[in-house]
């Protein structure tokens, strides 16, 4: 799905394992069915997963997850990630990886939903969760600056767009809710810890309840708009409502928080809508329930 990306086998994670990790080498491995673009994921025996880089980008959030999950975890209402082990690079391949404890559930889907006022109250509590996180020295998220750096990506996407017909992307429309927002005050608050990454396969439930979230690696600290995304991209209209009420969101970061997720949507279905069925699909899930609010 992107270039550069590295090969990763069977064979592979259980050498790695064998010489990191002796004790676990009898273990089988499984490599687990993902929409994920960034990570190669394996199941290793009945309680642990095994998360490995396939390209270069996602080496630094690796080392990022070692460092802060563990600080974060005890702060968090739902599970999150144990780093289990920390792989180093070996058997020539290059980069940091890790083991984690197994974290049982299923990714919600979107139109699918068992409890949706209550996973909007847990997804509300989560994020409350995150932003009252005090420990200082975060790292910038992948995604917390200002909205105007999307400006250029978002315009381009939507242009994209407008050459893909069957796609029916109203790209007006879609212009029109992205400048709306860049006209909205911008975040002038203390940067607040963000997940960065709220997309339903990062989450897991159970019972239609949230249970755990999962992939951490574009966390940091930033504008809270940029944890909105689960109102577009998971949650109908009523729950929608309930989540913006159970976080008490201001007008602009609303309208802030709707943007980002069209804009990541915009980008994402031109590039995915060939490679990777989930991600166009959900794509096309969060214009249309942006475009209809909007």
């Not at 919600?108 to 209550?118: G, I, K, M, T």
């Not at 729950?239 to 990541?264: C, K, P, Y």
Request: net charge negative; charged share 20%; proline share 9%.
């Amino acid at each position: 799905m992107h270039p550069g990306l590295r090969p990763i086998d069977d064979d592979l994670v259980l050498r790695l394992i064998a010489g990191q990790f002796p004790q676990w080498a009898e273990l089988g491995v499984e490599r687990i069915a993902s929409a994920g673009t960034v990570n190669a994921v394996y199941r290793l025996g009945d309680d642990m997963v095994v998360r490995l880089p396939l390209g270069e980008g996602g080496a630094p959030e690796v080392v990022m997850e070692r460092e802060w999950l563990p600080r974060l975890a005890e702060r968090l209402p739902v599970a999150v990630p144990e780093v289990l082990g920390a792989g180093e690079p070996a058997e020539g391949y290059p980069w940091p990886w890790a083991v984690y404890r197994w974290l049982a559930g299923e990714s919600p889907v979107a139109e699918a939903w068992e409890e949706p006022v209550l996973l909007a109250q847990d997804l509300a509590g989560f994020v409350a969760a995150m932003r009252s996180v005090p420990l200082p020295g975060a790292p910038r998220a992948h995604r917390g600056g200002p909205l105007a750096s999307l400006d250029a990506s978002t315009r381009a996407a939507v242009e994209e767009l407008r050459g893909i017909p069957q796609e029916g992307v109203d790209g007006d429309a879609a212009v029109a809710v992205w400048e709306e927002a860049l006209r909205a005050p911008g975040w002038d608050g203390p940067p607040v810890w963000l997940h960065g990454d709220l997309m339903p396969g990062n989450l897991l439930v159970g019972g239609g309840r949230l249970t755990s979230v999962i992939d951490f690696g574009c966390m940091g600290v930033g504008d809270p708009a940029c944890d909105l995304f689960p109102a577009w991209n998971l949650l109908p209209a009523a729950a929608r409502a309930d989540f913006r009420e159970a976080l008490g969101v201001d007008d602009a970061t609303w309208i802030r928080g709707r943007a980002r997720t069209l804009s990541q949507a915009l980008i994402a279905l031109p590039y995915y809508r060939g490679t990777n069925p989930a991600m166009a699909h959900n794509a096309r899930h969060v214009i249309r329930a942006v475009l209809r609010e909007g």
